[in-house]
């Protein structure tokens, strides 16, 4: 298994291994990176692939790999393109709605994080019709909408979703029933973490640098037949036709996030694809909620039970004045990156693809032994 340190941390003037519980740029697989190092410092013809041209047979081979790779592990259909972009999902908040809100017509928001929030206000700057179709801001962002509470509107040109909150700590285990609405779905923190019901999404966009490789590459996946949708007025480099016509070779693509989004895709196959991580990913999660749920009452889970995220576990001290001190001791412990974000304060633990079982597990002991000295 591989071990899910990336980070050294001096302590006492001992190097020691540590696990890195970042939300993102985040871990990456021990072998990834001793495949980009060795990539970097030792290609054998003395030209490395980030010094490559992106018009080159060595660049041409990564990029057509990763295309086709990420085709086959994620089962994306024919029908839907796969395009390298750059800009992060932040830039998709606002090509979505340029590209696929045509005038007179209006899309459906759920609201269930921050992001989302900020996907709906680029379109209230872009002018496009929207409509709130659901939220959880009334309970602090708990939660994923439930399907009892959200009201789409049948002729919306899509619904957009917010598939994983990093933030609160919520996900949505399902995708929502839009009564044939297609989906627009931000997946940035829970891409290629496990299977997606393609039949059900019109577009779906998320940058690598959680589950996939490092940042500077973003991924979407479009159904071709939304790509008539566009303005003659909408600026070349943000049409996503640009990009579906010249196989995301329209200008220079974020070379190195390719290649390394590659051998994270490379990796993942031989981890035995979407199914066996989600599987993974499901117990690493559990374990450490067990550790929040026999705490009792020591630690306190942020998000409602059913939404709660199997890629970021968010908890609270009973106590909020420990809440600095256990990060600290953490660190210490070699547990690194564990603060809350700043609006909720508190811990927040990533489980991303590449962090181990095993480092779960020692998060969970850590959990335990500190509570018996606080509690």
């Not at 086709?68 to 024919?78: E, I, K, N, Q």
């Not at 496990?194 to 996939?212: S, T």
């Not at 051998?263 to 559990?286: P, T, Y």
Request: glycine residues 10%; aromatic residues 8%; charged residues 20%.
């Amino acid at each position: 298994m591989a071990v899910a340190l990336r980070v050294e941390i001096r302590n006492g003037g001992r190097t020691a291994v540590a696990y890195n519980f970042s939300p993102g740029p985040a871990v990456l697989p021990s072998s990834v990176r001793e495949e980009i190092v060795a990539e970097i410092a030792g290609s054998p013809a003395g030209v490395s692939i980030i010094e490559s041209s992106h018009r080159g047979k060595a660049y041409d081979a990564v990029h057509w790999e990763a295309m086709d790779l990420c085709r086959r592990l994620y089962s994306v259909p024919d029908e839907i393109a796969i395009l390298f972009l750059q800009g992060g999902a932040t830039l998709q908040f606002a090509m979505v709605p340029q590209n696929l809100i045509r005038p007179g017509r209006s899309a459906d928001f759920v609201l269930s994080g921050s992001w989302a929030k900020k996907a709906l206000a680029e379109a209230k700057i872009l002018g496009a019709g929207h409509r709130v179709a659901g939220s959880s801001e009334d309970r602090g962002f708990t939660c994923v909408p439930h399907q009892r509470e959200l009201d789409f509107d049948s002729a919306a040109e899509y619904a957009h979703i917010t598939t994983n909150n990093t933030i609160y700590g919520t996900q949505a285990h399902v995708f929502p029933d839009t009564g044939g609405v297609p989906i627009a779905a931000d997946m940035s923190s829970d891409l290629l973490s496990r299977p997606v019901p393609w039949d059900r999404v019109g577009i779906a966009y998320g940058g690598v640098q959680k589950n996939a490789g490092v940042a500077g590459l973003t991924t979407v996946f479009i159904k071709r037949e939304l790509l008539d949708r566009e303005s003659s007025s909408t600026p070349t480099p943000l049409r996503y036709s640009t990009y579906a016509e010249s196989d995301s070779l329209y200008n220079t693509p974020p070379v190195f996030a390719v290649f390394c989004f590659l051998l994270v895709l490379r990796w993942i196959d031989r981890k035995g694809g979407l199914e066996a991580l989600a599987r993974e990913n499901g117990a690493k999660a559990a374990r450490v909620y067990e550790a929040v749920d026999q705490s009792g009452g020591f630690y306190r889970g942020y998000a409602e039970v059913p939404s709660r995220s199997i890629m970021n576990v968010t908890y609270n001290l009973q106590n909020g004045d420990l809440e600095p001190r256990f990060v600290r001791e953490a660190e210490t412990a070699g547990l690194v990156n564990l603060a809350g974000h700043r609006s909720v304060g508190g811990v927040r633990a990533s489980l991303y693809n590449a962090m181990s079982l095993e480092g779960c597990e020692a998060l969970a002991d850590f959990m335990a032994d500190f509570a018996r000295r606080n509690g």
